[in-house]
């Protein structure tokens, strides 16, 4: 079984300061890990994910995570952010094989981004 | 493209009653899902089509939850009767398959669910 833990459910930050949200999993087999993000009065959409390959994935918008398979961990971070990055952010995983899709979620970290 | 459409977005019931939500997914995507999402939790997932076949429906409390899915595309998913537990967002998302897809859902605004 897999599991996901967001450490922070809240996280407030000014325009232009860098973030980190905090993700790590607990897994007996291989997985692929997602960043989704939820914006207000919006469904859910994917950010990024890890696959295979570099272990560090980017979006289009500025946003980064690292997969750390010694630490099993996919923190997501952004040096500079603005106030449109005020959304909750979801990280995922999904296991390798049959399963693969189905996505196990985490609590979630809210972003307040503050002028 | 059209985005994955759920209806209805809002529904407010007594509990023992009986409620059912629609989902039409994006044009092509032979995977559907249907997730839960409880107040302050992320969504957890119900139950897995791929096609018109349930391929997982092991988190679908079957006593008083059913999902269909005719004809491989819209579905509905159903409980009756209703209890005050099952207030709730109700999920639904699409996906194009595997390969390099894999883990991309489409996801609809949500249909939540009030039970009094």
């Known amino acids: 079984a897999q599991s996901v833990t967001q450490l922070d459910s809240q996280v407030p930050v000014f325009e232009e300061a860098p973030v980190e949200l905090r993700c790590n999993y607990s897994?007996?087999?291989?997985?692929?890990l997602f960043w989704y993000v939820q914006y207000p009065n919006q469904g859910l959409q994917l950010l990024l994910k890890?696959?295979?390959?570099?272990?560090l994935v980017k979006s289009i918008n500025g946003f980064e995570a690292e997969f750390n398979k010694s630490q099993t961990s996919f923190h997501l971070r952004k040096p500079s952010v603005h106030i449109s990055d005020t959304a909750e952010y979801f990280c995922?995983?999904?296991?390798?094989?049959?399963?693969?899709?189905?996505?196990?979620f985490g609590k979630g970290t809210k972003l307040s981004v503050k002028p | 493209e059209a985005g994955v459409v759920q209806s209805p977005r809002y529904k407010i019931i007594e509990k023992k009653q009986p409620v059912a939500f629609w989902c039409n997914p994006i044009?092509?995507?032979?995977?559907l899902y249907w997730y839960l999402q409880n107040l302050g939790q992320g969504p957890e997932l119900l139950i897995r089509?791929?096609?018109?076949?349930?391929?997982?429906d092991s988190q679908l409390p079957k006593d008083r939850f059913s999902a269909e899915r005719l004809k491989g595309v819209d579905s509905t998913l159903k409980i009756q009767p209703a209890e005050l537990g099952d207030s709730a967002v109700y999920l639904c998302?699409?996906?194009?398959?595997?390969?390099?897809?894999?883990?991309?859902?489409?996801f609809g605004e949500g249909s939540r669910l009030t039970v009094l």
């Open positions: 998302a699409s996906s194009p398959g595997q390969g390099e897809a894999v883990g991309e859902l489409f």
């Open positions: 897994s007996s087999v291989s997985v692929y």
């Open positions: 890890y696959l295979s390959g570099s272990t």
């Open positions: 995922a995983v999904s296991p390798y094989g049959g399963s693969q899709g189905n996505l196990i």
């Open positions: 044009s092509g995507h032979n995977t």
């Open positions: 089509y791929e096609n018109e076949e349930a391929v997982d």
